[in-house]
C-alpha cells in the first residue's frame, strides 16, 4: 500500500487546512476499507505524536487530547482518501503531518494505531504563524 499525503501549508493562527492522504496499491481482497489510518505529527526537536485516527471498520475516531474538538478525520472510501480538517489553528500544530495504516486499538476513547507492519506517507508541512 502506497500512501501520499498533501494539502499542508501556510495559515494564520485561528485558521483551518484539510490535508488529504490518497491511499493506492491495494491487493484484493485488502482493499482501502481494510485499513485503519491514522494521522501523525512531527515538529521539530519533538518526539512523532499521533493525531488521529479512523477505524477501517465502522469508522469510528479517535484524536490526541490536543485537537479534540479542533480536527475532524474522515474517509471517503469510493476515492480511497482520509481527510484531517483542521480547526482553529493554533502555532503549536506547526509539524510535518503524515499518514499511516496500522493495527489499531482502542480502549474507551483512548487509541494506539501500531504502526510496525503498516504503510506510511511522505508528510505534509503545515506551518501555522501567529
Known amino acids: 500500500v502506497q500512501l501520499q499525503a498533501f494539502g499542508g501549508g501556510l495559515v494564520q493562527a485561528g485558521g483551518s487546512l484539510r490535508v488529504s492522504c490518497a491511499a493506492s496499491?491495494?491487493?484484493?481482497?485488502?482493499?482501502?476499507?481494510?485499513?485503519?489510518i491514522g494521522w501523525f505529527r512531527q515538529a521539530p526537536g519533538k518526539e512523532r505524536e499521533g493525531v488521529s485516527c479512523?477505524?477501517?471498520?465502522?469508522?469510528?475516531?479517535y484524536y490526541a487530547d490536543s485537537v479534540k474538538g479542533r480536527f475532524t478525520i474522515s474517509r471517503d472510501n469510493a476515492k480511497n482518501t482520509v481527510y484531517l480538517q483542521m480547526n482553529s489553528l493554533k502555532p503549536e500544530d506547526t509539524a510535518v503531518y503524515y499518514c499511516?495504516?496500522?493495527?489499531?486499538?482502542?480502549?474507551?476513547?483512548?487509541?494506539?494505531?501500531?504502526?510496525?507492519?503498516?504503510?506510511w506517507g511522505q508528510g505534509t508541512q503545515v506551518t501555522v504563524s501567529s
Open positions: 496499491g491495494f491487493t484484493s481482497p485488502f482493499t482501502f476499507e481494510y485499513y485503519s
Open positions: 479512523i477505524s477501517r471498520r465502522d469508522g469510528r475516531t
Open positions: 499511516a495504516t496500522g493495527d489499531l486499538s482502542t480502549f474507551g476513547s483512548s487509541w494506539y494505531l501500531n504502526t510496525a507492519s503498516g504503510s
